[in-house]
């Protein structure tokens, strides 16, 4: 966990999420990715990785004012939402960035649109997941006809009697346990899943009372319609919490607001919905930050260097990969200094046109000769709740049957999960002996998936191709 230091001196905690190694902001020019939890004053447990959506990204998850690590404020009116804007600033400068481009769930999001009309130039897009819109828009909402539909469930009803009597404030115990009772309202269903998701994350009182200490101004709607960057709004068609008309007209607030909403869904969509939520997190965050894959670095191994690789080693991988034999079973011919010209322009971008994918190429080279032996390769997806590289190697034919294959895919594994990759997979023919001896020593098996016939091996038998 790290800190920082706010305005007014106070430490205050964040939590770091996502691939490791990956640049959170700083020198690499972009923009930070900050994820407000909700509650109000609910321990930001809650929002787990929100689906893998840290799956080829880094998340900076803060600690509010008198939640988790982070001390309550010495002045009740620091822990309003309207005041903590100041800390995401603060925030923002110890990171390093420009920007930030800030995701927000339920209460959150009040902070979220704060630090957007006070800051609107240092915000690269806001993401807002069922946000509370009634204090904002004057659209009538359809709260009422939701929550008819679902009368006659015994949990939901008694969380609608919980709802309607107020929350228990006496002491903290007894107002989480009443958060507790009114849970299966905020969910579409409550099913298992739900219910276990419930139990994660504790509130604060003192906090949750603080975070509404101070009113924002009146003219905040005014205000966010002066906020260009891009919003997502995401809205569950069955959220008894928000209601779906409100939220949709929060997001016609914003200039370049839009809105995407979930069916069978409640409060928590990356609970209730997780791939649908993935899918339009993903498309909007890559759109407005594309996603920073990991950088190849040097690799060393007992006889071996992995170079990343460059346009410089052109001329040589045209000499060393110049052999019909190293095609007999994946098809095609040695490449021209034209074709391999092109084919490293394109590799070394380091990611694919759409930024879906990573691409990290290494040359292996023999220490002890300096020469040239071969290439390693990955390619890097994100998936629902973990990141995928697919492997392959080659080793010209004079310098086979050495083991150098083996010790260059390990090296590359090893680096590979030491950034964040979760599975490997690699493809290979089944005729192939020396590859198939290959994939079982990185540690691969072989699953039942076939691709252009072609096996696919794995570190989790489950795994399927990269499509």
Do not use: K
């Amino acid at each position: 966990m790290a800190s920082y230091v706010a305005s007014d001196g106070a430490e205050l905690h964040y939590d770091l999420l996502g691939v490791h190694g990956l640049p959170v902001g700083g020198s690499s020019g972009r923009a930070a990715i900050v994820v407000l939890a909700g509650g109000a004053a609910r321990h930001p447990s809650y929002l787990g990785d929100l689906a893998g959506l840290a799956s080829g990204r880094a998340l900076v998850v803060p600690h509010l004012r008198g939640v988790g690590r982070s001390p309550a404020p010495a002045l009740t009116e620091s822990g309003a939402f309207w005041r903590q804007a100041g800390d995401i600033e603060a925030l923002r400068v110890h990171l390093g960035v420009d920007q930030i481009l800030v995701v927000a769930h339920s209460a959150g999001t009040r902070l979220a649109i704060a630090y957007a009309a006070r800051y609107a130039a240092r915000v690269a897009g806001l993401l807002l997941i069922t946000p509370p819109a009634g204090y904002l828009v004057d659209d009538a909402s359809d709260v009422d006809s939701l929550i008819d539909a679902r009368r006659g469930d015994p949990a939901f009803d008694a969380a609608l009697a919980a709802l309607s009597a107020g929350p228990d404030g006496s002491t903290e115990d007894a107002f989480n346990a009443w958060q507790q009772v009114v849970a299966p309202a905020g969910y579409a269903t409550w099913a298992a899943g739900e219910q276990a998701h419930a139990r994660v994350g504790r509130w604060n009182l003192a906090a949750a009372r603080a975070y509404f200490g101070v009113e924002p101004p009146s003219d905040l709607p005014a205000q966010l319609r002066t906020v260009d960057a891009p919003v997502l709004v995401i809205a569950g068609a069955q959220d008894c919490f928000t209601g779906v008309a409100p939220v949709m007209a929060l997001a016609a607030l914003f200039p370049n607001g839009s809105c995407v909403v979930i069916d069978r869904c409640g409060h928590y969509p990356w609970i209730e919905q997780p791939g649908a939520f993935r899918s339009a997190a993903d498309a909007f965050l890559d759109a407005v930050d594309p996603r920073a894959w990991p950088v190849a670095e040097s690799v060393e191994t007992t006889r071996l260097v992995l170079e990343p690789l460059n346009v410089a080693h052109t001329a040589e991988l045209v000499r060393v990969l110049d052999d019909e034999r190293l095609h007999e079973f994946i098809g095609g011919r040695p490449a021209t200094r034209t074709e391999m010209s092109a084919r490293v322009a394109r590799q070394v971008r380091g990611a694919s046109g759409d930024g879906s994918q990573g691409w990290c190429n290494w040359v292996v080279r023999h220490r002890r000769s300096g020469s040239a032996v071969g290439t390693v390769q990955a390619t890097i997806q994100a998936e629902p709740e973990r990141v995928v590289a697919e492997i392959a190697w080659v080793i010209a034919s004079p310098h086979q049957l050495q083991g150098f294959a083996s010790e260059a895919a390990t090296g590359m594994a090893h680096w590979l999960f030491a950034h964040g990759v979760d599975v490997l997979v690699a493809h290979v023919h089944p005729d192939h002996q020396g590859s198939n001896g290959v994939a079982r020593r990185v540690g691969l098996a072989p699953t039942a998936v076939m691709v252009d016939g072609e096996v696919c091996w794995s570190t989790a038998p489950e795994t399927t191709h990269l499509g």
